[in-house]
C-alpha cells in the first residue's frame, strides 16, 4: 500500500510551537490512511514535497516520522504494561472479596460477593478489550516504522 503524502510547505511537517515534533495532522493522516490495512501488508509512505528539499532535509523528515512513531510506540506498551498491572491487581482484589465472602454470612456475604464478581470484571475488561485495542494499534505504528519511505522527485 502507497500512503501519499502532498506536503504543501515545510512548515506543514511540524508542530507550530516545536519545529522538532512531527505534526499531529500528518501523524493522524498517516494513522488513518493505513486504518484498514492487512497486518502483513507493506507500506510505503510516499512524499510529494511542494518546495525544495535537500537530502539533509529530506533525512530530517523521515527522522520526524520515525522518531514521533518510535516514541508512539513506547507508550503504547507502557499503557499496556500498566493495563496489564492493573488487570491482575482487580483479578486478585476480586479473588479475595469472594474468598471473604465465603466466609462471611447472610446480607454481607452478598454484598462482597457482587463486589468481587465486578472488581474481577474490571480485571477481565481489561485484559480482554482494553489491550486488544491497544494491540492494535501498536500494530499500526510498527508497521508505519517499518515502512519505506521515499520521495517524488
Known amino acids: 500500500m502507497v500512503v501519499k503524502i502532498r506536503i504543501e510547505e515545510e512548515s506543514d511537517l511540524v508542530e507550530h510551537f516545536n519545529k522538532e515534533r512531527l505534526s499531529e495532522d500528518l501523524a493522524h493522516y498517516i494513522l488513518n490512511e493505513i486504518k484498514y490495512c492487512l497486518e502483513d501488508e507493506v507500506i510505503t509512505l510516499q512524499f510529494d514535497l511542494q518546495f525544495k528539499a535537500d537530502k539533509k532535509k529530506k533525512q530530517k523528515i523521515i527522522d520526524l516520522i520515525e522518531g514521533y512513531f518510535k516514541n508512539q510506540l513506547f507508550d503504547l506498551r507502557f499503557e499496556k504494561t500498566k493495563g496489564y498491572n ?8 476480586g479473588i479475595l472479596f469472594f474468598l471473604a465472602s465465603y466466609f462471611l454470612r447472610d446480607l454481607l456475604m452478598d454484598v462482597i460477593s457482587l463486589l468481587g464478581w465486578v472488581i474481577l470484571w474490571e480485571g477481565i475488561y481489561i485484559l480482554i478489550f482494553e489491550r486488544r485495542e491497544l494491540n492494535v494499534e501498536q500494530k499500526r505504528v510498527q508497521m508505519i516504522l517499518d515502512s519505506t519511505k521515499e520521495f517524488i522527485e
Open 86 to 93: 492493573k488487570a491482575m491487581i482487580f483479578f486478585i482484589i
